[in-house]
Nanobody, 124 residues
Framework: QMQLVESGGGLVQAGGSLRLSCAAS????????MGWFRQAPGKEREFVAA???????YYADSVKGRFTISRDNAKNTVYLQMNSLKPEDTAVYYC??????????????????WGQGTQVTVSS
């Protein structure tokens, strides 16, 4: 089992920034690909960004150029730096781990472990 704990969510004005963190334990973090997803009220969970064990990244078009995913294998942590936030970015943000480390999938079904989520609210 891998445990994932997100932090860093909160309330921010449009145009502001937040950095989410996801701390992993229980498995060899460096071997896993990691992803961030989000779910707004009444909507399905959607892909945000992913990073392979080597650091290759992949972003949803809606966040490209504004969000940056990164990882620190020494700290067993993956980050999501979110800049130029918009009200439509409001959602619960989840991190997820994929045991196929070379893959950086946009499909939620491809991930094996999930965190509990952290709320991000962007006011207009």
């Amino acid at each position: 089992q891998m445990q994932l704990v997100e932090s860093g969510g909160g309330l921010v004005q449009a145009g502001g920034s937040l950095r989410l963190s996801c701390a992993a334990s229980g498995r060899t973090f460096s071997e896993y690909a990691m992803g961030w997803f989000r779910q707004a009220p009444g909507k399905e969970r959607e892909f945000v960004a992913a990073i392979s064990w080597r650091g290759n990244t992949y972003y949803a078009d809606s966040v490209k150029g504004r969000f940056t995913i990164s990882r620190d294998n020494a700290k067993n942590t993956v980050y999501l730096q979110m800049n130029s936030l918009k009200p439509e970015d409001t959602a619960v943000y989840y991190c997820a781990a994929d045991r196929f480390g070379g893959r950086y999938s946009s499909k939620a079904s491809g991930y094996d472990y999930w965190g509990q989520g952290t709320q991000v609210t962007v006011s207009s």
